[in-house]
């Protein structure tokens, strides 16, 4: 696949498929993606694949309270909340992503694969059909969702050994659909 980062709206709108990576805070993620938030709406609307990574993920929800209350994208309906205090925050290293459905996202991934994660906020989904696989760090939380033409991990797929490129080849294969 041929991969291109931008900040320009006509390369998004003429491209196969958006990812938002991330690593940072909600509200800076936001402000910096302003000028491309009607675009990448727009693009999911129009049936286009997006693939969230971390604080990509979260930025497909309704809002954050990371450092107060703030917008999403409201992709996907539902809040994004902090870990509770009686865990290590952030949540960094390794752990187990429990698949509660099949999706072709993990097709050809064995049930309980460990993936690497970086997060101290977790997605709490209002839609409970979004969720693929569950991990469980103080709490049970969604670390895979997905909605039509939206896939998203809260951990890492690019530092996740070959459970993380399997999940980017079928990213590339839904694409190529």
Known sequence: ANVLI??????LIESDAIVLPG?????EAVKNLSPLLGVVTQSVEDGKPLFGICLGLQLLFTRSYEG????????ISGDVVKLPDSVKIPQMGW??????RPYPL??????????YFVNAYVP???EQEVIVATTEYG?????VVAKRNLFATQFHPEKSGKTGLVILRNFVKIIKR
């Open 106 to 115: 993990l097709e050809g991934i064995r049930n309980s694969p460990y993936v």
């Open 68 to 75: 107060g209350p703030t917008d999403g994208l409201d992709l």
């Open 6 to 11: 931008t900040s320009n709206p006509k390369d």
């Open 139 to 143: 709490v049970k939380f969604p670390s």
């Open 95 to 100: 752990n187990i992503i429990e698949i509660v």
């Open 124 to 126: 709490q989904p209002s």
């Open 23 to 27: 690593v940072g805070a909600f509200a």
